[in-house]
């Protein structure tokens, strides 16, 4: 399904992942609309990422940026994940939200830790309420990667309960340039959660600059279930 | 860590995975006892793949294999994880044992069930006690593609708390012909056991024969930690 007339808000988008995905995305000629906590600081990225790309960025206050949109990404720290989904609650009934949050927990990341509800994209669709078409994505990719222009190794699991936002949200992934997959029911997030703090060890351990994930197997494109 | 001189027990060597961890063992000259409940089941089974690949293969009940062996690889469905474990807990103290279960619960296998330890190793080692070197291994990989030849795209992660343990799991993986990584705590064994539901319902969606993982990005062969 294309996005291609699609409005999408990068909630959190002054931090690392935020940012990069907004880049990409306004690179990929898609119309973003930059939030941030402080409506100023928002002007200011948006300013900055309009410079750099030659392109119109939009920008606005969270809640207000997310009111825009047709397509809202969240991109906050776990710690800021409740706060921020609150925030924007009341205005995203019916749309669908692409929650990137892993649930890290310092200062121990390279540990898994799953919160009671069994991962941060289930916690989000209770935060949200279920008229919300919650979709979890951009777990294990990279941020500082994804800030450059270089092609990243790593494919993005997409999880959710309903396959058309499943499909939007890959069709997002694309836009950034990586091949998204549908990775089964919103529940299923924790496998992609939980493979982050996997691979900040991986990091760690193998003095790598940034590991991913692929999948391997012979995939049919067109997707059958 | 080599394993070359180590005497390897596979614990349900009858079933599918099993069967093709010891097969792929035995032809890369690894010493083998192949176990299974009973013990004339495991005889069959072991005179079958000597008479495939003209080597010695021992075979016992599961206890007895355990007993007679340095490691101890453990291959059986969830269902028949905790007896199994408490078959054979009073004969591994001290060893290191390679759990391989994920907790799939048909008839939902697509959908992530972690239980309720956080993952089924982490239960293995409340089984087993504090005195067995528990590492988890092999989650991931199509026990079918296994069975052959082939070469597997598939990295195996590996998780165990004790880093010497560890590094005789990999060896072990290294044996079978796939590339073993260090995933980290066994609590971080919960993201693999999570991923065999996502790569199950990869398969279906995508009409694979076998989905796999690869970690990428530039690992340092040497690691660190």
Redesign the interface.
Known sequence: MSTSNHVIAVIGATGQLGAAIARRLVLAGTKVIVGSRDAGRAQEAAKALASETGKEVAADANAAAAAAADVVIVTVPYAAQRATLTEIAGVVSGKIVIDTTVPLMPPKV?????PEE??AAVAAQKILGPSVRLVSAFHNV?AHKLATDEKI??DV?VFGDERAARDVAIDVVSRCGLRG?????L??S???E??T???I?????????????????????R???
């Open positions: 390279m540990r898994v830790q799953l069994g991962s990279p190794a790593c699991l997959l549908h990775g089964g029911a529940c299923n924790a496998a992609a939980a493979l703090s996997v691979l060890f991986i990091n760690k351990t193998y003095s790598s600059d940034g590991a991913g994930i692929e999948i391997t197997g012979t995939l049919n494109e997707p059958t279930a």
